[in-house]
């Protein structure tokens, strides 16, 4: 069954996801789902993130019946520590501390629900940071350039986040900032949206 863009709702209140969703569809809706984002007890990372994109998919889907849903989520983890948005200065320095010389594992999750069907196609996307030794004064340099303060990981790799970085490692670059898009352009193929 084809649907148009039209029909496609985005079940996300974040301004990147919108952004990336944008390179491949000219008009979508956006709703943001009100689901418990905490993590339950035993839950992988990957885990999480799946479970939070199908959960946000499915909490839109009883408000726009017929629509394709397209839920996400991202996890990042440094070791077995979830890294959440920092929401203030603060906070962002302490995370980037943290991340300093260190692996972070970013796992984004896209799910989609069809109107024809009742179970979802889902993706997970994992993108390695490697992050070099930072000093406090490149932390600070870099906080009052980009202000990261709602992007999990506190840096935004869309703009001076890369100077933070030895390498990432991904099969998807638009993973890393929220909504994977070569998976999600297939899909969105398959079924004569694009």
């Known amino acids: ?3 148009s863009s039209t029909s496609v709702v985005l079940a996300s209140s974040s301004v ?16 943001s789902p009100q689901v418990d984002e905490a993590r339950l007890t035993g839950e992988s990372p ?15 889907r009883a408000d726009r019946p017929g629509n394709a849903i397209i839920g996400s989520d991202q996890v990042p983890a440094c070791g077995t520590e979830i890294l ?8 962002a320095i302490h995370q980037l501390q943290r991340c300093s010389g260190q692996e972070v594992i970013f796992y984004t999750a896209v799910a989609l629900i069809w109107p024809d069907y009742d179970h979802y196609e889902s993706h997970l996307d994992k993108t390695i940071v490697r992050f070099r030794d930072l000093s406090t004064a490149e932390i600070e340099s870099y906080l009052q ?15 001076r986040g890369v100077i933070l970085f030895d390498s990432i490692e991904s ?23 694009i």
Not at 16 to 24: A, D, E, H, I, S
Not at 84 to 91: A, D, Q, Y
Request: net charge positive; charged share 25%; aromatic share 8%.
């Open 145 to 159: 350039f980009d202000q990261p303060y709602d992007c999990a990981g506190s840096f935004k790799v869309e703009s």
């Open 84 to 91: 959440h948005k920092p929401g203030s200065h603060e906070r």
């Open 171 to 193: 099969q998807d670059p638009t993973g890393l900032q929220g909504l994977p898009l070569i998976w999600l352009a297939g899909q969105l193929r398959k079924h004569g949206v």
């Open 16 to 31: 990147y996801r919108r952004q990336l969703l944008g390179r491949l569809l000219a008009d979508f809706e956006s709703l």
């Open 1 to 3: 069954m084809a649907i």
């Open 46 to 60: 990957a885990e999480m993130a799946v479970r939070l994109a199908e959960t946000k998919a499915q909490a839109c």
